[in-house]
């Protein structure tokens, strides 16, 4: 059990109009305390955002989407949440939030390869 390693994760949801509590699933972050991994994956079908949100542009939640990635990544592009502590970047990304991208509870789980586990869940909850 000592290459199995503790998770969790959030899905990340887009909710073009929040009054109406419709979403769809654009990507996945996951982190491990234990290996000190913090990573996103992302993708917005741009027909399901055109068909619920023909207002809402693509390139402007990638650009948002791209600020999460660079917090995941801990560096100063990060801004001030990008210096924080691994952990505390993970809660603060998987926070309730009341915009249009926002994140599920986070879900725990065990796995071998947190990288491998991200894009796992991904593929079965995004794409």
């Known amino acids: 059990m000592q290459d199995k390693y503790t998770f969790e994760y959030a899905i990340i949801r887009v909710v073009p109009k929040v ?24 993708h917005i079908n741009a027909d399901k955002l055109k068909a619920l949100a023909p207002d809402i542009e693509v390139e402007s939640l990638k650009n948002y989407l791209h600020a999460w990635k660079l917090v995941c990544d801990g560096k100063a592009a990060g801004g001030k949440i990008g210096e924080l502590e691994i952990s505390d970047r993970f809660r603060w990304l998987a926070a309730c939030r009341s915009t249009i991208i926002q994140s599920s509870k986070t879900h725990p789980g065990i796995c071998e390869n947190p990288e491998n586990e991200l894009d796992d869940i991904f593929k079965k909850y995004v794409l």
């Not at 009054?19 to 994956?41: A, M, T, W």
């Open 19 to 42: 009054e109406r509590e419709e979403f769809f699933n654009v990507g996945v972050i996951l982190f491990s305390k234990r290996k000190k991994y913090l990573d996103i994956k992302y």
